[in-house]
C-alpha cells in the first residue's frame, strides 16, 4: 500500500461524522469596521510604512527624484514612473541583488491591517519586493477595502501563481523583543496613494 | 509584554469573538471531512504543476525531502521556520548526508548557531539576552566582540544570511494554511525569508502537516485577521505570501506529513488539538511557560498546546508535561481558534495515571494527600509541623527545587488559628 492511500485509509476511519461548514455571515464576521482613507493612513502609519498623498500618479517622478540617491538602481512595474533597471531583460532573479528601489503597483488596500494585495503580474520577479533595499508601491486612493473578507472578495481567483498581501517593511523582534525593521525584505516601503 | 500586545489588537477588532468562532467551526468541519479535502487539495495542486508527497512518519518526510535534493545535487538549502521538520529532525538527517542547512529565520539561525532548538515556536531565541546573541555573532559571524545593539546585530545578520540566499540550491518553507479549493498554499513571515528563498532558489519544498488544510480561500480572511494578532500582537504579519503554481524553470513541492496525527484525530478527547495554528498566544499567557521558559519542557514544542500534542507521541516520555500546569485556563481563553486546551491537560492526566506512567511516589503521595485532608484534626497537625520545620527544609536542601531556591518564611499561624481570633475579638 502506498503512503497516500495508508495515511487516507487512517483519516478515513479517524476523522468524526462530518460536520457543517458555518454561515459566517449569520456568525457576524466582517463588515463592522470602516474602509475609510483616513483609517488606512492611520494604519500604515502604525505599521511603519511611509506615506505619500498626491492627486497624480505623475506626481510620483518628483518624489523618486528627490529621495533617490542619483546611481542607485531603481526597478519599477509601473509605466510612467520608468526605473534604471531593464527588468525585461533580467531572466535570473539572483541579478536584482542591489536594487535600491523598487517601484510597482498595489491592486488595492485594506484599512484594517494596512496590507495591500499584489499579484505576481505586477512585479516582473515574484522575489522583487523582499530583495530591494526600499519599496515605492503605488495605491489608488479609491481602492480601499475595510476588512480581509471583503479583500479576498476581491482577490477573487488568483489567476497567476503567485500573490501577497504585504504590510510595511520587513522587521524582526527575534532579538530580544527589540523591533528592528529591516530583515531580510525591504527596510522601507512607501506607499503612493494617488487620487481622491 | 506579547501578552498585553495580543490584547490591544483583539479588543480593536469588534468581531473578534465571532472570528473565534468561525475559525474553530472551519477547522473541526475540515478536520470532519480531512480525507476529502486533502484529496482535493492534492488534485488541484497537481493541476498547478507542483509535486505531492505523502509521508507517513517523520522518516519517510526526510527521505523525501533528501532525495528530491540528491536528485538535484542540491547541496545548500535554506529553510524557513517549520516546526515539522523540527518534529522529523530533518536538519540533522540532511546534514549527515552532505548537505548544509542554514535556518534563515532571525531567532533560528541563532539557536542553530548555538546547536540549540528553538525555545518558542514564534520566537525561537526569546530566552536570550541581547548580549549572549553578540557572543554568537562574534563567534561564528565575526562581528566585533561585545557588540549588544539590536539593530547591529540584526543587520549583520541581514549581511550573512542574504549570501546564502544568494547560493542556495533549495528552498524549505513551512506552510500556515493550504487550501483545499486552489491548491495553494499561504505562508506567513514577519522577516520576508521564506520568500527570499522560495522565489530564488532553482526547487522549493514546502512541507506541511495534514491538519493545515482549510477548505476555501475565503475562509484565509478568518485566519490571517487572528493569526498575527494572536501571535505578535500584530494586525497582519509583513509578508502573507499565496503560492498557486512554480514560478517558469522552478520546481515546486509539496510534502504532506502524519507523524501521528491520524491517531490524535481519531482521539475524541484529544481531536481539536488538531485545530492549532501555532500561534503560540498560549505560551505568552501562560503563567508556567513564562516563568520557566521553552527549555524546561521534555517536547519540540513546549507551552500549553506542547503539552497536550506530546503525549499523543509518547505517553511515557512526555508524561510530566500535561501535569506541568495550573490548570488556570488562560490558553484556552486566548486560544484563537477555542482549543479547550487546559480541559484537555486535566484529561491526559487521568489518561496517564490510568496507563500507569504517573511515578510512585506521585501515587503514593497522592494517597497521603487524600489520607490527611480526610482528618482535620491531622490536617492541623501536618499544618503546624510544616510551619515549624521550613526553615529545617530550606537549610538540609532534601528536594531539588530547594537546591537553587529558599521556600519562603511560614507564617506564625494557620488561617484557622487566624479565624478563631477574628471570632474571640469580636
Ligand atoms: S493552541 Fe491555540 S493559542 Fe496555542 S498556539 Fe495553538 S492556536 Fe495558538
Sequence with gaps: MSSREAILGAIRSAQPKALSLPDLDALGVGGRMEGTLVNFIAMLDFIGARVVRAAKLEDATTWLRENIPVNEAIASTVPQLPGTVDLSGISDPHDLDGVHTAVFPARFGVCENGAVWIEETDL????LPMIAEHLFIVVRADQIVADMHAAYGRVGKIGSGFGLFLAGPSKTADIEQCLVIGAHGARGATIFIWGE | MVRTKRDRQAVKVPDWEALREAASKIKEHTLSRLSEYLEQFEAHAIANGVQVHWARDGEEHNRIVHDILARRGAKKLVKSKSMLTEECHLNHHLEQHGIEVIDTDLGERIVQLQ?????????????LKRAEVGEVFHEHLG???????AQQLTEAARQHLRQHFLTADAALTGVNFAIAETGG????TNEGNADMGAHLAPVHIACMGIEKLIPKQEHLGVFLRLLARSATGQPSTVFSSHFLKPRPGQEMHIVLV????SRQLGREDFRKSLACIRCAACFNTCPVYRRSGGYSYSFFISGPIGSILAPNVDKAAHGDMPFASTLCGSCSAVCPVKIDIHAQLLKWRQEITAAGHSPWWKTLAMHATAFVLKRPALYAFAGRMTRRFTPLVNALKLDPWTKARTLPDAPKESFREWMQKQGRSR
Excluded: Q, W, Y
Design chain 2, 185 to 188: 498554499f499561504v505562508v506567513c
Design chain 2, 258 to 261: 502524519d507523524n501521528g496525527r
Design chain 1, 124 to 127: 516582473g520577479h515574484r522575489v
Design chain 2, 115 to 127: 546547536k540549540m532548538p528553538p525555545s518558542h515556536i514564534v520566537m525561537p531565541a526569546i530566552h
Design chain 2, 143 to 149: 562581528t566585533p566582540r561585545g557588540l549588544d545593539d
